[in-house]
């Protein structure tokens, strides 16, 4: 298990899912294969911060989707790159995941950006060194953008 790694996940197979709120999950890209292990093990949303491009099409939105809704998991998108993290963005990216109510994995290209996005989405709601210490706990740094996260970003 690595390290972050929530766990109360029992997956089949390796997967890197790292938990940052006892509701929020980030990892790097999923594949179609994997939704039946990621709702077997409590997941209920997904959402997708990758953008098509950086993927093949058996790996796009629309494929993961597909494979999500075939298993009974609700889907999102919201693809993010580092130009696209503006205040607008990172509250429909929080009004897709976190304030759902669901269980969520995020996930992106290696967890980063979908953690990053979480912290920006709470900044100015909790303090910036529970966020920093919630995503390294998850082992993701984010203490080079701690500056940003003591006041609201959205």
Do not use: K
Not at 10 to 28: E, K
Not at 88 to 99: E, F, K, P
Request: hydrophobic letters at 45%; proline letters at 8%.
């Amino acid at each position: 298990m690595t390290a972050g790694q929530h766990p109360a996940l029992r997956l089949n197979h390796p997967m890197d899912i790292r938990q940052i709120t006892p509701r929020y999950f980030v990892s790097p890209q999923i594949d179609p294969s994997d939704m039946d292990a990621l709702r077997d093990a409590g997941i209920t949303r997904i959402l997708c911060n990758r953008p098509d491009a950086e993927v093949p099409p058996s790996h796009s939105a629309d494929a993961i989707r597909a494979a999500a809704e075939a298993a009974g998991l609700a889907f999102a998108v919201q693809p993010l790159t580092h130009q696209t993290m503006v205040p607008d963005v990172i509250a429909t990216n929080r009004a897709l995941g976190l304030d759902t109510g669901d269980v969520v994995l995020a996930y992106c290209a290696s967890g980063t950006r979908s953690t990053i996005a979480w912290a920006l989405g709470q900044a100015g709601t909790l303090p910036a060194d529970e966020i920093v210490a919630a995503a390294a706990a998850g082992g993701y740094d984010l203490s080079n953008i701690r500056p940003a996260l003591d006041q609201p970003f959205v």
